[in-house]
């Protein structure tokens, strides 16, 4: 195989961090210069896997005090509907195991997207489902391709799969460099993940944009097209895997969406995927069996039913994004296109330093060191607090840094 210049194909673990898990793993996904070594692994008392034993956990946004603000985690700051806390209440039987299949939400869905139940899968949260995709089509010696920065669950869970990374690098904007990506295809790629809008950066990929690409690469080529934050986005040529794909036109497309983010139910863990039967099928064959719970099926469906009240406040946190990215922007910091519920400040080396002055004035971001800073958009009341913070730190950043204006 040819190497590629803009692609970086991970041969693995050597280049990742080493941990016990113990210490703090802000950097465990930081581009490979800014890794460092965390901790000396201990030897396992069994064999494990060298690659999983290098590997490090997945580290969450940080967990706030009752005084700070959370936005590490790209959570719903409303509580629950009390349709949902209802529907909950409804739920007590616990000593009985759920429907592994999860057929009501299944059926709920499908009448929804005008699909069959069986183009419909349910997992704990949508990143089970990914994780069962990239077993069920990926392993030793094979590669999946996704853009970097993206998601930080991709690197981990396509190196448990036993695939290799290749990261294809944002182009300007932050955005997909979707050409880029197609190119990385070679015939021993096994999937393509596109994330629209991109977590952390934000920007979308256009519907133009995507259906070019799905044209570049092999009809017979997975693509994962992750839009957990698609209810937020107001951008009109963004993709829509559900409403303007068409799944019967793009059989190798898989749309993953998730009810944590829009429908406030992370605590919950329940996401769902679109896509072809037989991808499908091969999901569920790779899935923990029943790890989706009757209450999480119960809230999801109890959501559908207040859809209105939720979109409501997805719209008022749409509102409070585009307000805060304007307000940052105004300020003089380089706001790319936000359109999940998140923005992103490009603080490249001052990363760790500026978190921690977020966190002293209790904000809670997330961190990725030597890159940048994701901040979800949280209550009302923290949007002044994030701009005050904010405008402090770009006074202090050099006047040609990246993440100004
Ligand atoms: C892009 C993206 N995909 C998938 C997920 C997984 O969401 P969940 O497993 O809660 O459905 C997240 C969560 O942050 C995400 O940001």
Excluded at 303 to 315: I, T
Excluded at 383 to 397: C, D, F, P, Q, Y
């Amino acid at each position: 195989m040819v190497p590629r210049p803009w692609a970086f194909r991970l041969a693995a673990l050597a280049q990742r961090a080493v941990c016990c898990g113990l210490c703090s793993l802000d950097e465990q996904w930081a581009p490979a210069g800014a890794r460092r070594l965390l901790c000396v692994t201990e030897d396992a008392p069994v064999r494990i896997r060298p690659e999983i034993a290098a590997l490090p956990p997945y580290k969450q946004g940080k967990q706030a005090g009752t005084e700070a603000f959370k936005l590490s985690s790209n959570e719903n700051p409303y509580e629950p509907l009390p349709a949902v806390v209802e529907a909950l209440r409804r739920t007590v039987g616990v000593n009985r195991y759920p429907d592994a299949t999860a057929a009501r939400l299944r059926q709920a869905l499908a009448v929804r997207f005008g699909v069959t139940p069986d183009e419909v899968h349910i997992g704990a949260g949508s990143v089970s489902i990914l994780s069962q995709l990239m077993l069920a089509v990926a392993g030793p010696g094979d590669e999946i391709v996704y853009a970097w920065r993206s998601f930080e669950a991709y690197p981990g869970l396509v190196l448990v799969s036993g695939a290799t990374p290749v990261e294809v690098p944002l182009a300007s904007g932050a955005r997909h460099d979707l050409d880029a990506m197609a190119a990385a295809v070679t015939d021993r790629t096994r999937a393509v993940i596109v994330c629209s809008p991109n977590n952390p950066t934000g920007p979308v990929v256009t519907q133009a944009e995507f259906e070019a690409f799905l044209a570049k690469i092999p009809s017979d080529l997975l693509v994962i097209l992750d839009e957990a934050y698609a209810e937020f986005v107001t951008e009109p040529d963004a993709v829509d895997g559900l409403r303007k794909l068409g799944i019967a036109d793009h059989s190798n497309v898989v749309v993953l969406r998730t009810f944590s983010k829009a429908y406030g139910l992370a605590g919950l863990r329940v996401g769902y995927a679109i896509g072809h039967r037989r991808i499908l099928d091969a999901a569920r064959s790779t899935a923990v069996p029943l790890s989706v719970t009757a209450q999480s099926e119960e809230a999801a469906l109890a959501s559908l039913e207040a859809e209105g009240e939720l979109l409501e406040r997805v719209r008022t946190i749409g509102q409070r994004r585009d307000r805060l990215a304007a307000a940052l922007r105004a300020q003089g910091w380089s706001i790319p296109d936000a359109q999940g519920n998140f923005v992103w400040l490009a603080t490249g080396e001052q990363t760790m330093d500026a978190a921690a002055r977020f966190e002293a004035d209790g904000c809670i971001v997330r961190p990725f060191a030597g890159d940048g800073i994701r901040i979800s958009v949280g209550e009302e009341e923290s949007v002044e607090r994030v701009l005050r913070v904010a405008a402090s730190l770009l006074a202090g950043l050099p006047a040609d840094h990246p993440a100004r204006g």
